[in-house]
Structure formats: structure tokens, C-alpha cells
């Protein structure tokens, strides 16, 4: 498995790629910037495969993460966690999750609670890396959630334009006087672009100045000119109705980039308006890699540019002009469409089946060389029916066009389709959502603003650790978090100087009780906030508005009808999940001596069990205090040892000693100096109970104790057999629609799988979707369909 964590970016040297006239002790300095800040910032994506995009309050929502490197699409294992949200319109999250992540996959669900409203909802996923960078690159996709209990609410007119236009000047700016190429997106409240409808630009005169109309998606181009002392506005007709828009104000002086696809090149046309002549750069790059740099004098205000394509590689390019200040003044994004791709093939052994019959499930995937190549997947079937759109935004599209774009990209596949129109199409969605990746004012830094660590072994719980009398931040303290159970999960931290601790948890699932402590017999002055882990900042794209149809009603009874059913009759078979497979061992992994109480004489205090069942350990009381001194190695330790009951701390050897021996099952003795992360404990004494629970043991009213959720436990999909005559002719009701997700498909290495599912009680049209990569970076998907009959 690929695992970049040594060389996170191959750049070709420099000195290769410039060839400077007159600004060659610019280019440098900003290539160095440029390369000293990728270098810090590598780059995750993540994309999720949901097994379809609508559900009914009841339903579980399946999916499967793919987490790769930015500059190569290959999996990526440097996050071991993925953060999933289900946010409404006002960002309001309504089902949350933790995923395990390994080699650059991972998997889960959500079950949507009858307690959520009818509405479009955004689904996003992100790891702790990513939250250092602009939420806009986040994975996000629309679901639909209804819930059958509750009447569709009424859409207030007044709350949301029926319109949403927009205009984008090719490389970022209208300049008086310099004729340019403006890109425009016409959306409707459903998130889908507006396919008819004309509009123009007029003048304060209202003078006709341009025509335009959409090509795909609501998204055009026209050419402009504007004219100094004109004003403009856009007026647009659309379904009868008239439309009045302003659009982006021309200024007074700066620069203009115009892109003209050559075929072997990109021509990059520069003009400038009220700028003395200077030197300009022009700097490529693709996915962070270096390409090109071209340095050119303007001579009256104008050069061409040309960018070789083969020196570019597969996928979006940015290309950015800097002025002689090293300013970035214009920019402008170009696609060079991906050969590299997996093929998936799928095909049933029938086309139609009888109800509760077995399908079989052949696919085979390859490369661009129709050469066959082992496939990580994933598969999903369910019915088809007026409710399910099918999912437009494939993983290969996602890698290599919308996950560098802002905004929704509609029909994602269609862009890499090869045609006049095809092009066209592409060169206007690059003009109106290709806005920069990097912002350049930290990117010119050479250093970025890294706040959150990834998480490379587990789930980081974040606190903040305060002075309780002060309120000030307190730095270089030790705090302990633990998890109470006869698993011993204890994980220390210090503070650092803005009071932030880390707990780098490992193997923590589940919702379980936390209690985080510090040793109040030192530091007795302090508490602990813990931060939520989520993140929250938002990004720009908003979420489309939600309608029911009439058309909709008989599917959304049907549907809502077979969802109670299954619920009624398979509830347990629902509610089972996958044992996480986690080391049981405590973090001192095995102790230099374990005693089950059990196999000796019980005493009736904690004090006789260590004196008599030890030889490693002396125990004395002054002045009303117990002390307990271990031995290691003949060699007498200074510091009380850790205790710990049910895993939990026990600071105050009072209270370890009041401790009831008789709810006492084991001890376990380390009785050597052990460093543990930041902490160090002369020795270990660690009991566990015959229950979870305390034992009467009180906390200390200084620690704080709370519910935390950690990573997710996977659900197993209820999928049932019917290969015997008995099992077919159950009268236990089935009525799935989602027949089977599976989202760890593996081809093997001549690229071949079989799987098999079997149908249920309803007849229908059913879609399967296949998504998938390779260990390579090549990305892919497919359809494949069948019909179900009584």
C-alpha cells in the first residue's frame, strides 16, 4: 500500500522548468516558497461512496471512504480517522461518526433517526489534516432525508431567490478597456443549473453590449469589453420571467488573462491597463507539482504566453501571472483529461430473477491498457424508483475535476467526454468555479498555519487545561484520560504553552464514560475543557431546496411501508456489529506479575492483599497516610506507584486503600519504573473488578467525567440467504430495497471477483454501483442493472 509519509512531493528540479530573462532572482524565491509550503502541506482527499442518496427516517446510510494523496490519487495511510457529518441547511449537525481508516479506506453507517425533518441535507467527510485547510475542499454531496411521519413543510417564496446567477471574468478580473471572457452559472433552488434561458449585458443607455445563453449546467461564456464611465447590468429571461443582475464592476487598471486551447498547447494571452511596463511571470503547476515558469516584458501592454501540454500533467492545472512585486494578479485553471483509469466490468448471470432468488455478480476491472490489475471496491444495489437519482458524482470525476473545484460540480462525468462540445463545456466550468485551491498570501509564505495533527495511530481527544483560580491557560502539566472498563485504556499528555492537551487514543470505540484527572496530590489547581472534535467551519456551497412531487407519493408509502416492515421483523438483525479486533492488553502490555484473588486467601483490606501477596513492595502510614514503595531489581523506587481501579487513576493512596478487596478479581504488578508518553510511574498496581463499575470508589469532584463517542463500530448489513427450500419459503416478510452493500470488494491480481446476493419479496428495477481504485491511483466506476419478477 502506497504510504508517502518520507517523500510526500516528487519535484522536478527548478532550474529545469524556468527559463528567466529578466527575473531570475524572482522565480526562485517564489518556486522556493512555493515548494517549502507543499512540502509542509501535503495534501488528503477524501471520497465517499454512500450506497444511494435517499432515505427514509429508519434507514441506515452505508458508505465506504477512500482517502488518497493529492498529487497522485493513490491511497493514502497517514489519517487513521475520518470525521462524517450529515449537516442541514443552517450547518446543524443531525448524525455524526468517527471511522477507522486503514491503508487509505474505511467504512460505516448512520442510522437516520426518526427524529429528522424533511429536507436535503449535506453529507461531508473530512480527517483532522484537512480541517488546517479551506473547508471548500472537503468532500460534500447531497442526500435526501424524508420522514414519512411528518407533512412536507411549506416552502416560504420570500426566503429564497428562485434564481441563484453568478459571473466570473476569465482570471479574475474586468479591466476598462481590455476585452475578456466572462463565465456565468444559472442555478435553480433545486442546486441544478437552469438550462434555458437568454440574456444579455446592457449599458446605463441600455444598450445591448453582449449576448449569451447556456451551453451545459446552466454554464456559458460570452466575450466582453468594457468601456470607462459605462455601467453595466445583466438581464436575463427565464421561464417568462425577467431577470436583473449585476455583474462583476470593471476596474480602472490591472491585468486580464485570456485562454485559447491550441491543441499540443495552452495560449495564455496577458494585457495589461495603467501599469508601467514591467516583467510578469507565469507559473504551472499540477497538483502541486511544479510544470512551467515563462518570465516576459509587457510590450504595449500585451504578451502571449505559450504552455507546452505534455509538460503538464493529467488533470487541473493552475496557472498563475505575478506582476514584478511577486503579487499573484491573475489566474486561470486548465484540465488536461486523464488516460489513466480503471475500467470495472459487471455483469449478473440473468437479467431477470424470481423473488428470493440468488444473483451472481461477475466483475473484472483493468487498467487503460485493458490490462487486468487488482481493485479495492465498493457495491451497492437497491431498487430504482421515482425517490433514487443515481449518483453523479463518480470517484474518478471527484479525483480528478471536483475535488480542486468550489462549489457542486454537476454531471461530473460528463467533462471528460471527448468532443467539440465536451471541450467547450469544460472551458466554461474551469471559467466560473476553477477559484484557486492555493491561496497564494499563505502559500508565499513558504510555511503553513498547522493546527491540527494528523492522526496517525487513532482518534486525538483535544483539551484544553486551565488554572481553576486564574482562568489562565496552564502549560507543562500532566493530565490523564481514561476509560473505565476491565480494559485498562489509560493515555496520558502534557500541556503546552497555550494549556492544549492531546490524548493520542488508540483502539477507543464506542461510546464510553471518559474521566480525565490530573494528580491532584501535585497539581490539584486545574481543569480540563475537552474540544469538540468536528469541525466548525463551513463551507461556501449551500444546500439545494427541497421538494416533494406528486409522482413521489405512491413510491414514498411503498417504501416507507417495507422500511417499518423490516424494521418490525429484522430489528436484532440490524442492530449487529463486527467485534473491532482490538488488543486487550493494557498499555504496560504484560505485568511482572499477575494474581487472581480468587486462587488465594481473601482478606478484608486492600492493605493485607499487597502485604501478603507481594514480596515486591513495602507499605507503611505516616501521619494517617499510606505510602506504598516498590522494589525493582533490588533497587528501592522513590515515587508512589501508579494505581488504577477499572483502569481509572487512583491519585490518593487513601482512597486506593478503602478500596473493597472483595470486588477485587486481579491485580496485576509492574513493579519496575515505567515510562508511559509523557508521564513516569514508579511501578504499577493495577485492579480489576468483577463489574465495570467503581465499586464504590468516589471520584475526585476536580475530574471531569463525560460521555465521548469514539470510533465507530461497524455495522454488519443484513443481507439473508435463501438457498434451501425452507429458507425460500419463510413466511417472515422480506422487504428490502436496498439488497446489498458490500464495501470491501477486493479483484484479485488478474482482476477478477464473484459475488452473490439474493433478491427479496419485492419485484422491481434494481441499480448496482461500483466504485473503486487501484493501489496505483486509478479511479473508476460502473452501473449495472436488473430486474426482479414475482
Not at 442546486?191 to 453590449?209: P, S
Not at 474518478?396 to 468550489?406: G, K, T
Request: aromatic share 12%; proline share 4%.
Amino acid at each position: 500500500m502506497y504510504k508517502p509519509l518520507k517523500h510526500i512531493l516528487t519535484i522536478t528540479s527548478f532550474t529545469t522548468l524556468i527559463k528567466l530573462s529578466g527575473m531570475a532572482q524572482v522565480a526562485p524565491e517564489v518556486q522556493n516558497r512555493f515548494v517549502a509550503y507543499q512540502n509542509a502541506a501535503l495534501q488528503e482527499k477524501l471520497y465517499v461512496h454512500t450506497n444511494k442518496n435517499f432515505y427514509l427516517t429508519g434507514e441506515i446510510l452505508w458508505f465506504k471512504l477512500y482517502n488518497v494523496e493529492g498529487t497522485s490519487n493513490r491511497p493514502l495511510d497517514l489519517s487513521k480517522v475520518a470525521y462524517v457529518e450529515v449537516l442541514g441547511a443552517d450547518h446543524t449537525p443531525v448524525m455524526q461518526a468517527k471511522i477507522a481508516l486503514k491503508d487509505g479506506v474505511g467504512s460505516g453507517s448512520l442510522y437516520v433517526p426518526a427524529s429528522v425533518a424533511n429536507g436535503n441535507y449535506q453529507l461531508r467527510a473530512y480527517t483532522s489534516w484537512m480541517k488546517n485547510f479551506n473547508p471548500d475542499y472537503f468532500f460534500e454531496k447531497t442526500i435526501t432525508i424524508v420522514n414519512a411521519q411528518k407533512s412536507p413543510e411549506q416552502l416560504v417564496a420570500a426566503e429564497k431567490t428562485p434564481y441563484d446567477i453568478q459571473f466570473f471574468p476569465e482570471g479574475g478580473h474586468l479591466v476598462k478597456g481590455l476585452s475578456g471572457k466572462v463565465g456565468f452559472k444559472v442555478t435553480g433552488t433545486n442546486g441544478k443549473g437552469i438550462t434555458a434561458f437568454n440574456g444579455a449585458i446592457v449599458n446605463q443607455k441600455n444598450d445591448t453590449v453582449a449576448r449569451f445563453k447556456p451551453l451545459k449546467f446552466g454554464i456559458g461564456s460570452f466575450d466582453f469589453l468594457p468601456v470607462a464611465g459605462n455601467t453595466y447590468k445583466a438581464v436575463l429571461k427565464i421561464n417568462n420571467q425577467q431577470v436583473l443582475k449585476d455583474i462583476p464592476v470593471a476596474e480602472d487598471q490591472g491585468y486580464t488573462m485570456q485562454t485559447t486551447d491550441k491543441g499540443s498547447s495552452w495560449e495564455i494571452k496577458v494585457q495589461s491597463a495603467g501599469i508601467a511596463a514591467e516583467n510578469v511571470m507565469l507559473f504551472a503547476h499540477t497538483r502541486q507539482v511544479v510544470k512551467q515558469a515563462q518570465s516576459a516584458i509587457l510590450s504595449n501592454g500585451s504578451v502571449t504566453f505559450n504552455i507546452d501540454k505534455s509538460k503538464l500533467d493529467e488533470g487541473l492545472s493552475h496557472i498563475t501571472l505575478f506582476n514584478g512585486r511577486q503579487q499573484p494578479v491573475c489566474e486561470r485553471l486548465v484540465f488536461k483529461r486523464p488516460a489513466k483509469k480503471l475500467a470495472i466490468g459487471a455483469l449478473t448471470d440473468n437479467p431477470v430473477y424470481g423473488t428470493r432468488k440468488k444473483v451472481g455478480l461477475n466483475i473484472e476491472t483493468k487498467n487503460q491498457n485493458q490490462s487486468l490489475m487488482a481493485a479495492n471496491l465498493s457495491v451497492s444495489v437497491f431498487q430504482a424508483d421515482s425517490l433514487q437519482s443515481l449518483n453523479e458524482q463518480d470517484i474518478a470525476s471527484y479525483l480528478w475535476l471536483s475535488s480542486d473545484l468550489r462549489g457542486s460540480i454537476e454531471g461530473g462525468g460528463y467533462y471528460f467526454e471527448q468532443g467539440t462540445e465536451h471541450d467547450e463545456a469544460l472551458n466554461n466550468l474551469l471559467i466560473t468555479q476553477g477559484w484557486r485551491r492555493f491561496e497564494w498570501n499563505k502559500v508565499l509564505t513558504g510555511k503553513p498555519d498547522i493546527k491540527f495533527l494528523p492522526e496517525h495511530t487513532g482518534h486525538i481527544v483535544t483539551g484544553k487545561l486551565v488554572n481553576n483560580n486564574t482562568g489562565t491557560a496552564a502549560s507543562n502539566i500532566i493530565a490523564y484520560l481514561a476509560i473505565p472498563g476491565k480494559r485498562v485504556q489509560l493515555f496520558p499528555a502534557r500541556s503546552d504553552s497555550t494549556g492544549r492537551l492531546l490524548f493520542n487514543t488508540k483502539d477507543f470505540y464506542g461510546l464510553s464514560e471518559l474521566v480525565i484527572q490530573t494528580n491532584t496530590q501535585y497539581d490539584s489547581t486545574y481543569k480540563v475543557q475537552i474540544v469538540n472534535p468536528f469541525a466548525e467551519q463551513y463551507s461556501s456551497t449551500s444546500v439545494p431546496s427541497f421538494n416533494l412531487s406528486e409522482g413521489m407519493q405512491s413510491a414514498l408509502e411503498s417504501n416507507s411501508l417495507n422500511m417499518q416492515v423490516l424494521n418490525v421483523y429484522t430489528a436484532t438483525k440490524l442492530r449487529q456489529f463486527y467485534d473491532a479486533g482490538v488488543d486487550s492488553a493494557a498499555f504496560f502490555v504484560k505485568p511482572d506479575k499477575s494474581y487472581l484473588l480468587d486462587n488465594y486467601v481473601r482478606f478484608t483490606t486492600f492493605e493485607e492483599v499487597l502485604r501478603e501477596y507481594t514480596s515486591w513492595l513495602t507499605v507503611a502510614k505516616r501521619r494517617g497516610k499510606f505510602k506504598v514503595t516498590m522494589f525493582s531489581d533490588a533497587k528501592l523506587l522513590e515515587e508512589d506507584p501508579l494505581v488504577l481501579y477499572n483502569g481509572i487513576p487512583v491519585f490518593d493512596m487513601n482512597k486506593a486503600f478503602a478500596i473493597d478487596p472483595l470486588k477485587i478479581k486481579k491485580l496485576d504488578v509492574v513493579n519496575t519504573r515505567y515510562y508511559y508518553g509523557p508521564a513516569r510511574f514508579d511501578g504499577v498496581l493495577s485492579l480489576t473488578g468483577y463489574k465495570d463499575d467503581l465499586a464504590g470508589l468516589e471520584i475526585d469532584p476536580r475530574a471531569l467525567v463525560l460521555d465521548y463517542e469514539g470510533l465507530q463500530l461497524q455495522r454488519k448489513f443484513y443481507s439473508p440467504v435463501y438457498d434451501t427450500e425452507e429458507q425460500r419459503n419463510s413466511r417472515l416478510p422480506d422487504f428490502r430495497n436496498a439488497l446489498y452493500w458490500q464495501p470491501e470488494v477486493n479483484t484479485n491480481a488478474q482482476g477478477k471477483t464473484n459475488l452473490s446476493f439474493y433478491t427479496s419479496d419485492q419485484p422491481g428495477k434494481y441499480i448496482g454501483i461500483i466504485q473503486g481504485l487501484t493501489s496505483t491511483g486509478e479511479a473508476g466506476s460502473k452501473y449495472f442493472t436488473f430486474e426482479v419478477k414475482k
